[in-house]
């Protein structure tokens, strides 16, 4: 069989077609080039960091200036990609050196209101991507809010299953799912059986889906519960 290697990414080359599209969509009226306009500030964005640290700072700009001036639209495609704009600048708040944590919950905050304004299956995945993004810097940064984010990680078990079924969504649950039972196991005394109980119930939809994409997933979550099984009760 023959084997022919994948070409690196080229970032220079998406940065010039993702600045095309969004000089394009400059000033249009028609939502769907709006949309794409956004989505291409956005991509932009993630790829910033491959481009250096100059690009970065304009990228965080231009987000920071999309997010502060959007319009109420009811255009799901552009209330997505003004979401995902701030997912993005949380992003670039904890890949600062040293990271703002701080300044990453802020721009979570903002949107979970923002998803919160019009909370369709669609924007129930931002805000619950919201909740284990700051449930997760909490357990980083600040240990001692380690039961906020238990909260936190609680309600967005609750909400996940209500956001749009999509490849997305199924590998948030696995990560939150993770993310939550070492928490659980990071308070004193560890959580051991509510940890397992977490997986246990991430591993069942896993189960129920039988998506091979998703094996990768389901085996992280089976290494995690075996390690937290081999773990004594706490006495």
Do not use: C
């Amino acid at each position: 069989m023959l084997l022919v290697a994948q070409k690196p990414p080229n970032f220079i080359e998406a940065a010039a077609d993702y600045r095309a599209v969004r000089s394009l969509a400059d000033g249009a009226s028609i939502p769907e080039l709006q949309e794409a306009g956004l989505l291409a500030r956005v991509k932009l964005a993630e790829i910033a960091p491959h481009l250096g640290v100059q690009q970065v700072r304009d990228a965080e700009k231009d987000l920071t200036a999309l997010v502060k001036d959007r319009s109420a639209t009811n255009n799901m495609g552009i209330r997505k990609a003004t979401a995902q704009a701030m997912v993005q600048l949380a992003d670039f708040a904890l890949n600062e050196q040293p990271p703002v944590p701080t300044k990453a919950i802020a721009h979570l905050i903002g949107l979970e209101r923002y998803a919160n304004e019009q909370m369709t299956e669609e924007m129930r995945y931002y805000w619950a991507i919201s909740l284990t993004k700051r449930a997760k810097i909490l357990h980083t940064y600040f240990p001692d809010d380690r039961l906020t984010a238990i909260d936190l990680y609680n309600r967005a078990e609750q909400w996940l299953p209500m956001s749009k079924d999509s490849a997305a969504r199924d590998r948030l649950v696995a990560q939150a799912a993770m993310d939550y039972a070492e928490t659980l196991m990071a308070l004193a005394p560890p959580r051991r059986a509510e940890a397992l109980n977490v997986l246990n119930r991430a591993q069942t939809m896993f189960r129920r889906l039988r998506n091979p994409n998703l094996d990768p997933l389901f085996a992280q979550l089976n290494a995690l519960r075996t390690r937290i099984e081999a773990t004594p009760n706490p006495s």
